[in-house]
């Protein structure tokens, strides 16, 4: 399956990769991102509504405006909907790999988490604002495990995580 997705995005032309990923970040920002686009863009949310329903195209530069206000770069943006090299390491890989140290780190944690189902992991500890820092994390950044040891580490611990979480609902009758 995953290589006939592979496929698919290799057939697809560059404007209807842009567009699908355009639709999924407004998905994911939910009620009011095409009004939002339309008022840093300086078009109307009718013109927004157009490209997504795909009764008209953005230009080029309006597909690169659209990417900066979602923080990414066009071929960043592109990137996204990607699917991943067999042999990135994990996933997202050298979507990760262009992060900061400390933002790299979190990143790959999330990921880790959300191989497990494990959601919000990021409030132990008090999350990545605070002074104090998960192990594994701390380790990472003083260099003692790779990107790619870090993410087996992570992987491992929240799996652990997983079953006892598993366990205990299956205690309780869930």
């Not at 009718?46 to 659209?66: T, W």
Request: glycine share 6%; with cysteine.
């Amino acid at each position: 399956m995953e290589h006939v997705a592979t496929l698919l995005f290799m057939k697809t032309s560059i404007y209807d990769k842009w567009l699908q990923i355009f639709i999924e970040l407004l998905n994911k920002e939910g009620r009011g991102s095409q009004a939002r686009i339309a008022r840093v863009t300086g078009k109307s949310t009718k013109h927004i509504n157009d490209i997504v329903k795909g009764r008209r195209r953005a230009s080029l530069d309006l597909q690169e405006e659209i990417a900066k206000i979602f923080g990414l770069t066009y071929e960043k943006m592109l990137n996204l909907g990607a699917p991943q090299e067999p042999n990135e390491p994990f996933p997202k890989y050298n979507e990760v790999m262009m992060l900061p140290l400390e933002e790299r780190a979190w990143a790959i944690a999330r990921i880790a988490a959300e191989k497990h189902n494990i959601t919000g992991f990021m409030s132990f500890h008090g999350g990545r604002d605070s002074n104090e820092k998960p192990e594994l994390i701390a380790k990472f950044l003083k260099g003692e495990l790779t990107e790619e040891g870090f993410y087996n580490e992570a992987c491992s611990f929240f799996e652990e995580m997983e079953k006892n979480i598993k366990a205990q609902l299956a205690k309780r009758g869930f």
